[in-house]
Each structure stands twice: as C-alpha cells, then as structure tokens.
T-cell receptor
C-alpha cells in the first residue's frame, strides 16, 4: 500500500470548513483512499473513502485530484467535537481477505472556539 | 447491526504477570479481525490479524500472541508482561471492501 503524508497538526475556527490535505503520490490505480479519525482515548472512527471520484456523506467530503496523487478531507462546518487526529490511509482492495490498514501519525486537528 | 465488544476498559498488571484481552463481534460472519496497539503519544501499530478461525498473522515480533478460537472471538495474550507492553490496545473487524470498525479499547498499564 502507498505511503501517505499529512501535516502534523492544524487549527480551524469553529463553524468554518476544515480542509485536511493528504499526499499519496505513489498510489496505484487499485488503491482506495480512506479517512479515519481518533478522538482522544477512543478507537478510530471511519469517516469516508474513495477511489477516483469525489465522495460525500453525512460526515465529510473527500476530494481526490485527477491524478490521484493527493486528496483533501473537508469537514464543512467544524465543531469542537471534531477535534481529533485524522488519518489518511491508502489501501488496495483485495479478494483474499487480508486487507490490513496501516496507520501513519495523522493530522492533529484542533477546532478553536 | 454489527457491534464489537472489547474488555476490560482499563487494566493495571505487574511485570511478569499473564495477560488475556478478549474481543467479540456480533452481527456478522467470518469477519477479518485485528489487534492494534497505540503507545502513549504514538500512532497505531498493527500487531495481529486473522482472516479465519485458527488463522493468525503476526505483524511484528513481540512478547504477545493472539488466538481465534471461534469465528467472532479474538484473544490477545501474554505469558509474562513487560513494561514495554503498556499501551492502548484496540480490536477491530472488517468485512471485505468495507471499512474497519474498532472497539473502545483497553488501556493497559504494566507496573
């Protein structure tokens, strides 16, 4: 699975959109981009994933560049509860069941009141 | 709906004592199961994963072992704990092409 690079930390004002970048320049054509977040002392929580097209769900939007070398997770109206470490992970889908997720150090997002 | 149970939530154990952490999943069949560890202030490290009963793959050499005696039960064990085994242990499951669901974790302190 391709290596991903994220900024160590970011701040965002409450109520504004939080844009979290991720670089995955070595991603291959069959690797998905996954985003998880981990609130302090809890297990990681799935947010969203995508392959080529932009994706949106009730939590966030995922924008993937056309060359797929980078992506941005967007939290449209950040709240204090969005303060967490956000992990961007690339993963190859497999029919063999051994779909391991390798977490990096993530981005520590702090929402400022 | 699918749920994952992990216990205990916190555990304080002396060095040299044994360890057994249990994780069970409900509402799904033949899930992939995973044990992760997170040391204080660090990222998540995959320790073991299992694609079926009795099938365990170890990601890193360590003082721990894992077993899967039933389809939806995953156990993390140690015969003799070390100080370096302290950390936040997370169990997770996945079904093909879906994201992971994590348990609430066990915070282990070895003293």
């Amino acid at each position: 699975d391709a290596k991903t690079t994220q900024p160590t930390s970011m701040d965002c004002a409450e109520g504004r959109a939080a844009n979290l970048p991720c670089n995955h320049s070595t991603i291959s054509g069959n690797e998905y981009v996954y985003w998880y977040r981990q609130i302090h002392s809890q297990g990681p929580q799935y947010i969203i994933h995508g392959l080529k097209n932009n994706e949106t769900n009730e939590m966030a939007s995922l924008i993937i560049t056309e060359d797929r070398k980078s992506s941005t997770l967007i939290l449209p109206h950040a709240t204090l509860r969005d303060t967490a470490v956000y992990y961007c992970i690339s993963r190859r889908e497999s029919n063999f069941g051994n779909e391991k997720l390798t977490f990096g150090t993530g981005t520590r997002l702090t929402i400022i009141p | 709906s699918q749920t994952i149970h992990q216990w205990p939530a916190t555990l304080v154990q002396p060095v040299g004592s044994p360890l057994s952490l249990e994780c069970t999943v409900e509402g799904t069949s033949n899930p992939n199961l995973y044990w992760y560890r997170q040391a204080a202030g660090r990222g998540l490290q995959l320790l073991f994963y299992s694609v079926g009963i009795g099938q365990i793959s170890s990601e890193v050499p360590q003082n721990l072992s894992a077993s899967r005696p039933q389809d939806r039960q995953f156990i993390l064990s140690s015969k003799k704990l070390l100080l370096s085994d302290s950390g936040f242990y997370l169990c997770a499951w996945s079904v093909r092409s879906y994201g992971y669901t994590f348990g609430s974790g066990t915070r282990l302190t070895v003293v």
